[in-house]
């Protein structure tokens, strides 16, 4: 095709040629709401929601974050309390130990003898009913 049948086909800019009227809306002016390109009003219903579902994603995510980093501190707070328990339990044998020990009666006996005491005799009662008294070595007389 040479570059006269070309120019031919083209309508000059002086001149326009009838066409059929169709039934178009309105396009809006390049700098009115909505954009000023045939494409942006199929793209304009699609980024409030591709915004929405990205910040449901980040929401999303922010919150297991937070939960996981609560959890993994509730876990080392277990942790602890459990450790400081089975100290206090190991205290709790030790001091059960040393008190079974002092309550012995032998050690007390031993102790005793070390102060300088002696051992007693047996107790004497009063019977004021009868104006006796009674026990001593044997046990009642």
Do not use: W
Request: net charge negative; with cysteine; charged share 25%.
């Amino acid at each position: 095709m040479s570059t006269t049948s070309r120019k031919s086909r083209r309508p000059t800019r002086g001149r326009r040629t009838a066409r059929p009227t169709r039934s178009r809306p309105p396009r809006p002016a390049p700098g009115a709401v909505g954009g000023g390109t045939a494409a942006s009003p199929t793209r304009a219903p699609r980024i409030p929601f591709v915004l929405l579902v990205l910040c449901l994603m980040v929401s999303a995510l922010v919150s297991l974050l937070v939960l996981r980093s609560v959890v993994a501190q509730e876990a080392y707070a277990i942790t602890s309390l459990q450790s400081q328990n089975r100290g206090l339990s190991y205290q709790e044998q030790e001091l059960q130990d040393e008190v079974a020990h002092l309550e012995d009666s032998d050690r007390i006996a031993e102790e005793a003898e070390e102060m300088g005491m002696e051992q007693g005799e047996a107790p004497l009662f009063l019977d004021p009913d009868e104006g006796e008294v009674v026990g001593g070595q044997g046990g009642a007389e």
